[in-house]
Structure formats: C-alpha cells, structure tokens
T-cell receptor
Framework: KNEVEQSPQNLTAQEGEFITINCSYS?????LHWLQQHPGGGIVSLFM???GKKKHGRLIATINIQEKHSSLHITASHPRDSAVYIC??????????FGQGTRLTINP | NAGVTQTPKFQVLKTGQSMTLQCAQD?????MYWYRQDPGMGLRLIYY???????DKGEVPNGYNVSRLNKREFSLRLESAAPSQTSVYFC?????????????FGSGTRLTVV
C-alpha cells in the first residue's frame, strides 16, 4: 500500500462544478503539500498545510491530522483548471513522498 | 523570472552513454532536489542537497550521481544510461525547514534511453 493515496485517479466534470480531490496518508507527517502539474509538464506548488484550512482564489485545501486525510476543493471549476493534482507529504527533514496524482478534466 | 532552470528539456541517449542534467536556482534556496516521474507512479526522490556542500541519497539513487557545485547549482549525472532510466526528471528547490516558502520546480527534462 502506498504511503500516500489519492482519489479519484481520474475526474471529469463540467465547467462550474464543485470539485473535490482526496488524499489519505498512512504515516506521521510534518506537512502536506498540494501541487498542480499542467499538461505541458510544469509543476506548481499550490498549498502547504500542517493544520486546518487554506484558501487561494477558487482553491481550498483542508487537512485533518487525526484522520490523516486532506482534501483539495475547486469552486466554480473552469477548463483552465484541467491538470494533474498531486498530494505530497513531508516526513522528516527535506523529504516529500508523493501520491500518484489525480487527473482532472473540466469540459466547457 | 526567478525560478529553477533545468537543461536540457529533451534528450535521447543510447544505452551506456553518459550525460549530466543541469539545474540552477536564483532564489537563494538552501535545499535542492532531483526527482524522477514515471507513468503510474508518483514523483520519486533520487538525491537531495540540504545545503551547499552536502548531498544525500533519496529513494532511487542507484545509477545516478550528483554534485552541489555551489548554492545555485545542483547537477545530476548518469554515468552509464540504462533503458530503466527513461523518465521525466525534475529539479526542485526550497528554503530550509523553519523558513518554508514551498517548493519550486523546474520545467523538467524528458530523457529517453534506447
């Protein structure tokens, strides 16, 4: 079993829908990251969480440390949100362990 | 623009050839990393450097060597390329723990070993 599990692996939705991507992990962590990888391959860091909730524009990330679970929400989704979203957990110094990613497609 | 610059973007090697992937960052970050990304798998850490002058193995270091030339530059060398090293390679950097600003990734190098 992978240390970091994301669901769903693939998600297709219509423009405007509310999107939720989930991340579960099995080890103690110091922080959890959400990353976005565009079709061109570039990776962008969206959030780093150690507790609670963060919001940036239409993106919201939450984490429940006790349940070892995080969610990434996208409100009013848009085709430009189409990308692979990656969850990664930080264990110890310097090391990230990555989930396999969730491929999101938003149709107009 | 500030960020992480990787070269080359694409490379095809024959089995047994060697090459060096270059990475430079201009954000004065202490920590730098090399990852590989394979289909169906998450990014995996090859090597990292917590600070200038130090390097450590990650999850999948076999077949690779690294050099932290100075604070800006962190190179990855394949001494004798194998088809199993066909992958997309990403360099990243971050500030040290305690002064976190997030990770910044390079645009990737798509390497094919034939």
């Amino acid at each position: 079993k992978n240390e970091v599990e994301q669901s769903p692996q693939n998600l297709t939705a219509q423009e405007g829908e509310f999107i939720t991507i989930n991340c579960s992990y099995s080890v103690g962590i110091s922080a959890l990251h959400w990353l976005q990888q565009h079709p061109g391959g570039g990776i962008v860091s969206l959030f780093m969480l150690s507790s609670g909730k963060k919001k940036h524009g239409r993106l919201i990330a939450t984490i429940n440390i006790q349940e070892k679970h995080s969610s990434l929400h996208i409100t009013a989704s848009h085709p430009r949100d189409s990308a692979v979203y990656i969850c990664a957990v930080k264990r110890g110094a310097q090391k990230l362990v990555f989930g396999q990613g969730t491929r999101l497609t938003i149709n107009p | 623009n500030a960020g992480v610059t990787q070269t080359p973007k694409f490379q095809v090697l024959k089995t047994g050839q060697s090459m060096t992937l270059q990475c430079a960052q201009d954000m004065n970050h202490n920590s730098m990393y090399w990852y590989r990304q394979d289909p169906g798998m998450g990014l995996r850490l090859i090597y990292y450097s917590a600070s200038e002058g130090t390097t450590d193995k990650g999850e999948v270091p076999n077949g690779y060597n690294v050099s932290r030339l100075n604070k800006r530059e962190f190179s990855l060398r394949l001494e004798s390329a194998a088809p199993s090293q066909t992958s997309v390679y990403f360099c990243a950097s971050s500030e040290a723990e305690g002064r976190y600003y997030g990770y910044t990734f390079g645009s990737g190098t798509r390497l094919t070993v034939v």
